[in-house]
């Protein structure tokens, strides 16, 4: 889904779309060069104590998305499943206009190979592995640096991580739900990551509960979880379209 072209997102300085996985883990905005009109909620905030385990060198940027983790229940009704992944490769997107200027954005590609399927939502079977365009540097006067969203942690090659994943249904292609459906695990542990701090992460809040939770702790909580009733009023398969229309059929308007 990610290292193929189809549903964008919408970026504060609509910087650049890299395709359909974009709307998980894409090109986001470096934080020094994207600005915020939302309000920060205190409320989505984690408390000072948590260490987070990203390293200091990335930079962080806030992004716009049209899909939004507001709740855990979006995990039983959007994605096609959730997986525990790891990532094997990685491959830098060249983008010679950037590197020229010296200031913007350069993409890679990364794989997801999926170790255990977590929660099955949708009848077909999840893939083996899925290729996904994601953020990988962001050039500042002329300075390369790791970047990565808000609202989840950077994929890195060696490590694991728990993730949404769905496809399209024109063309098959899979990759990440969205972003803040994506969690670090380590020693068989969810660990805390940039979002879990962040004042205007839409995903923080959602994410909370479920930072620090053992693996098997993990599939318990997401075996509970149940889908939106209104998820059985829409015939749509398109995951984009579906997700639109359950938004709004719940009562949160277009997406």
Known sequence: MRAHSSIQRAFRNTQKTLGFGLLAIGTVLASSACGSSEAADSSNAVAPQTTLTSAPN????????????????????YPAGV????????????????????????????????????RQNAP??????????????????????????????????GKSYIAGLWNRADTG????????????????????????????????????????LPLPAFRVQLGKLEAYPEASQTTLTDPLMRYQEIERLRGNGPK
Request: charged share 25%; glycine share 10%.
């Open 58 to 77: 990335v930079i962080f940027g806030e992004e716009m998305s049209i899909i939004d983790f507001a709740d855990q229940r979006d995990l039983a009704t």
């Open 83 to 118: 997986a525990l992944v790891e990532v094997t490769s990685e491959t830098r997107i060249a983008n010679p206009t950037t590197e020229q200027l010296g200031v913007g954005s350069i993409g890679r590609s990364v794989r997801l190979q999926i170790v255990e399927v977590v």
């Open 124 to 157: 077909e079977p999840l893939p083996g592995t899925v290729d996904v365009n994601t953020s990988g540097w962001v050039l500042v006067d002329g300075k390369e640096m790791l970047e990565g969203s808000e609202d989840g942690p950077r994929f890195e090659v």
């Open 173 to 212: 292609e899979w990759g990440v739900w969205t972003q803040g459906s994506v969690f670090e695990v380590v020693d068989g542990k969810v660990i805390p990551s940039q979002a879990d701090q962040s004042l205007t992460s839409s995903s923080a809040k959602a994410r909370r509960p479920l930072i620090g």
